[in-house]
């Protein structure tokens, strides 16, 4: 077409919803702005999708501050005008209980699907304002439902959630757009990451659970991406069939 592609930044491209979301916005006709720590997967996409014409790559933690704004700093023109933000970026640590839980684990989340998400999101507000932008976060079904060992990664996801509603109050009248998508079981990373790597409990997990894929996470952001601009999608918990609700437990002495 002859409309200029419009650009979005896609954090934690580097593998999972990111990867997906990067490559679904771009057979859609977008730039993409990737970001993520491992830069030799961010190579490989810019490599697979086009070149360094289509995808722009920026690796640097987004636990960062200064990273973030030094990297956000040097983008160049043709990627500067951000009008999709989508703060994919996160992870979780550990299964534990609380009591048996690693408090250096629990920072980690805080500082990454947190602080790192707020610091973004806030040094990107003036371009998205401009752009009448949009704002797709990645919280979970863990901000809506509570679970045994989700304690602090629970607590982050809901904090995404309740951000992304907050923002939605104070961005309406600029036009700009803010969507919580909430993710059930889905396979990628995340569990291989939460266990510090532990394939057994990979494959216990995903086992004959036709999991969501990544994909169907990046169907959703073009979704929300693709319709009219006076639409906003608030939020949508998405999960595999396979999964839903059991009985509240009750513990007896
Ligand atoms: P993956 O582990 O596959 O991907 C996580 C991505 O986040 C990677 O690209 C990683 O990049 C990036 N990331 C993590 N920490 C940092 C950091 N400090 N700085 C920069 N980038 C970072 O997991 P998913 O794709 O599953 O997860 C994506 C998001 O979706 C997360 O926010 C997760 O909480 C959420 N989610 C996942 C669900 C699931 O079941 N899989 C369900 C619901 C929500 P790199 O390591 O290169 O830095
Ligand atoms: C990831 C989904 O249920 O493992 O956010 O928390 S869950």
Redesign the pocket.
Known sequence: SNIAPKTAIV????????DAIARRLVAEGWRIVA????RD?LDALVEALGGPDVVHPLCF???DEEATSTALATLPDAFADISVLVN?????LGTGAAQDSDLEQWRTMID??VT?LVTITRLLLDRLIAQRGLIVN?A??ASNWPYPGGNVYGGT?AFVKQFSLGLRCDLSAQGVRVTSIE????E???TL?RTGGDKAAYDALYGGANPLQ?EDIAETVRWVVSLPSHVNINSVEIMPVSQSWAPFKIHRD
Do not use: M, Q
């Open positions: 954090t934690g491209a580097t593998s999972g919803f990111g970001t993520g720590r491992r997967r933690d987004i636990r994919n970026a996160g992870l979780a990454t699907n790192g990645l979970s079904i996801k993710p059930g079981l889905s990628s990373e995340f990451v990544p």
